[in-house]
């Protein structure tokens, strides 16, 4: 095997060579079926994407993460797949996949895709192969079987909503077949080497046309034992050492990004020594985001980001707002879980399994500051931010489409037809647009809000080009300073010289903050958006006060000479 369509995608591309990349990315999320129908059948596609990447460029992103665009039979957003290494028509050709590849890369964007290795559609060769094949037999053993329904009992059921139990009853086979999501999504059977074999083929198609790594979905699963919780085993750590070794000794420069909903404790070991993922999901901070600015109490989140465990040098966490599934609630304690419930989805329509299905200004109550001030945590904590296609312009929700679609909704592009969408005739959309009057599409949408100074998309412009100007925000250590007021969190990210300090009012409410800044006696803050120089830090205190929900974001300055 040759890293050849690493060299063949970078010789267009203005990449540069960094093993590192992750750590300074700004990703985009982005279901293809949601961006742009380039040919009027009423679904995104591959040549629409293309199209559109001059404004994810524009916007600032620096990487795009793909939701599955293979062959489904579209029973769970495309995750219930029936062939890991092929294009769903619908959406173009491998042709196109290299073209869009190369094209983001063009634009120094780097693209991952989706890995999903935990389990298939129950339509996929595999599986309609494996529940004929005799018992025993290496096919029958690419899934995972059981006479009853009580083997591995008391592991938890996650799509609670849907499913009853794990186990569903597979008449041809007859036996029972495991699945951690929905029935038509049997798992395979990671312990058997020639499904390992297979995942490391389906990587291996992708990697050669150029793409510079994976989400891997859902990896805590991968493995089952008895009498155990089949969650994070031994075994499933085996299976990502493989893979990360496999693609390290093949491909430079490649990113291995973990969906692990875990607690903290449990989340960091998807990182290994440094020889697992590169990069695993903040789930943990992520709910505690929500809370601090509803409770206006700092103490929850600053808690759970100081006490996270650190990680490996080479490794990086992602931090996110909202993504295309649920707000989880699964890993926070039961008094925090309800709170959220009792405050973020008031109409019970909005609650899913153990989250809430809504976007992110839905959630805010369409409070423009809120907003902004979440989005300023997401850009200046310690990892690396994830933006939900639609988020950047505030886009809404509808609580009344099934499943997690009201978060999967047509891209607003312009006041045209269909959200300039899509050219075919509404009612043929994968989805309809969104029209309630306040995040209708004539009012909610991209070619409104470029003309638009104030508006939120050019916000989130201005906010992304400042943090990328400053490495400390991306690679830095963070510490958070006493600031004498619990609804004012405030931290120092640095990194060699650089010196950046974050404060932020959680209240609705002026408030004060008066800093514990004596380590930087003589040092001069000056606030980034404005470039404004404030008084430089004397003996004592610094005090300063801020509006409700407002954050600055300053670089400190040491004194001359
Ligand atoms: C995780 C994905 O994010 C989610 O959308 C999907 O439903 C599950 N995996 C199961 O495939
Ligand atoms: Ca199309």
Known sequence: MSSGGALEAGALSILEDDPLWYKDAIFYELPLRAFYDSNGDGVGDFPGLIEKLDYLQDLGITAIWLLPFYPSPMRDGGYDI?????????????????????????????????LVANHTSDRHPWFQRAR???????????????????????????????????????????????????HHQPDLNLLNPRVQKEILRIADHWLRMGVDGFRLDAVPYL???????????PETHEVLRRLHAHIDSHYPNRLLLAEANQRPIDAVNYFGQGDECHMVFNFPVMPRLFLAVRTEDKLPLQR???????????????????????????????????????????????????????????????????????????????????????????????????????????????????????????????????????????????????????????WMKRLIGLRRRYPAFSRGDIRFLDSETYSVLAYLRTLGEQVLLVVAN???????????????????????????????????????????????????????G
């Not at 514990?516 to 006060?545: I, K």
Request: hydrophobic share 35%.
């Open 82 to 114: 029936v062939d890991h290494r092929a294009v769903s028509p619908e959406y173009g050709t491998q042709a196109h996949v290299r073209r869009f590849i190369r094209e983001a890369h063009r634009r120094g964007i780097r693209v991952i895709f989706d």
């Open 304 to 458: 759970v980001i100081e006490e996270m465990p650190p990680i490996p040098e080479n490794c990086q966490w992602g931090m996110f707002l909202r993504n295309h599934d649920e707000l989880t609630l699964e890993m926070v304690d039961p008094e925090e879980r309800q709170l959220m419930w009792d405050v973020y989805a008031v109409d019970t329509e909005a609650r899913i399994n153990l989250g809430i299905r809504r976007r992110l200004a839905p959630l805010l109550g369409n409070h423009r500051r809120r907003i902004e001030l979440m989005n300023a945590l997401l850009l200046s904590l310690p990892g690396s931010p994830v933006i939900y296609y639609g988020d950047e312009l505030g886009m809404g929700d509808n609580v009344y489409l099934d499943d997690r679609n009201g978060l999967r909704t047509p891209m607003q592009w312009s006041a045209d037809r269909n959200a300039g969408f899509s050219r075919a005739p509404s009612q043929r959309l994968y989805l309809p647009v969104l029209n309630q009057p306040e995040y209708h599409y004539g009012s909610v949408n991209v070619e409104l809000q470029l003309r638009h100074p104030h508006s939120l998309l050019l």
């Open 132 to 182: 004929r094949a005799p018992r025993g037999s290496v096919w029958r053993d690419y899934y995972v079987w059981s006479d009853t329904p009580d083997r591995f009992s008391g592991v938890r059921v996650i799509f609670q909503d849907f499913e009853e139990s794990n186990w569903t009853w597979d008449p041809v086979a007859g036996q029972y077949y495991w699945h951690r999501f929905y």
């Open 506 to 560: 959680l209240s609705r409410y002026v408030r004060y903050a008066n800093l514990d800044l004596a380590q930087y006696r003589g040092w001069t803050p000056v606030e980034l958006y404005g470039e404004t120089r404030f008084p430089a830090v004397a003996e004592g205190r610094y005090f300063m006060s801020l509006g409700p929900h407002s954050f600055y974001w300053f670089r400190l300055e040491p004194p001359p």
């Open 223 to 233: 493995v089952e034992k008895d009498g155990t919780t089949c969650e994070g085993l």
